[in-house]
């Protein structure tokens, strides 16, 4: 039986893994962070001290890294680098940055391609990211742009950093944020533009459950 898959893209920040994992929730569908991927890549090459922006040692560094993904008893899904849990580690800023350098390199992309594709003809799933929708799953069965403004995206990282106990100022938030979305928007492959047969979702003005609902309305629509 065909899977059903539903692609969220979009601007960090803009709330996509929360919201796409409540949405996966409530249909009873897997749900596949596609940036905890990219992220484990990033995780390897520092360990490996490979420079992230370096195109040419990152793609050779890949072959040794064996990246997996296993869903937890808790739902949640886990990133493995070499058979080790580095579910947190990847969260780290300083990975982040790096995930950001890394997601660049055409290699990187079509080494993880196939990967992603692998669980959408599996299951039915909500898989969010950049290039769901445009590249990884182009006949997903439902397209979603998720957006919010800078300003507000960049108040809900900070508020979400202090809760962690890890607090930024905010004019330092923000900037970071604009810095990632430029390079993610400009970035030669793949760069991260709404799919023409998305639907835009702006939750600037709206609460959590306000976005959820939203979503979960176009999802319905469609499928
Ligand atoms: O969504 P995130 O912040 O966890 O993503 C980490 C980085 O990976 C981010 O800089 C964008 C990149 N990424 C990507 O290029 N393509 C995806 N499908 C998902 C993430």
């Given amino acids: 039986m065909r899977q059903i898959s539903v692609a969220i893209d979009g601007p960090s920040g803009a709330g996509k893994s929360t919201l796409a994992r409540a949405a996966a ?9 596609t940036g905890a991927i990219y992220r484990t890549i990033a995780c390897g090459l520092r360990r490996l001290g490979v420079d992230p922006k370096d195109a040419a040692a990152a ?9 997996e993904i296993r869903y937890g008893e808790d ?8 058979g080790e849990d580095v579910t947190g580690e990847i969260r780290l800023p300083e990975v982040s940055a790096c995930a950001s350098a890394v997601s660049a390199h055409p290699a990187v992309r079509a080494h993880l391609l196939e990967m992603q594709r692998e669980l959408a003809r599996k299951e039915n799933v909500v898989m969010d990211g950049r290039d769901i ?25 900070f508020l979400e950093l202090e809760q962690r106990g890890t607090p930024e100022c ?3 938030v ?7 979305d430029y390079d993610d928007t400009h970035r030669a492959a793949a760069p991260l533009r709404q799919a023409e047969d998305a639907v835009l979702l702006d ?21």
Wanted: proline share 2%; net charge positive.
């Fill in 25 to 33: 929730g409530e249909l009873h569908y897997l749900y596949v962070d």
């Fill in 59 to 67: 793609a050779a560094a890949l072959g040794g890294l064996r990246v």
């Fill in 75 to 82: 739902g949640l899904q886990h990133m493995e680098l070499n």
């Fill in 133 to 157: 929708g445009t590249v990884v799953l182009p006949d997903a069965d439902v397209k979603i742009f998720l957006t919010a403004s800078p300003e507000v995206r960049a108040r809900r990282r």
């Fill in 170 to 172: 905010y004019e330092k």
């Fill in 174 to 180: 923000l900037a970071e944020l604009l810095r990632r």
């Fill in 203 to 223: 939750t600037t003005k709206l609460s959590f459950e306000e976005s959820l609902g939203e979503l979960l309305r176009l999802i319905r629509e469609k499928i």
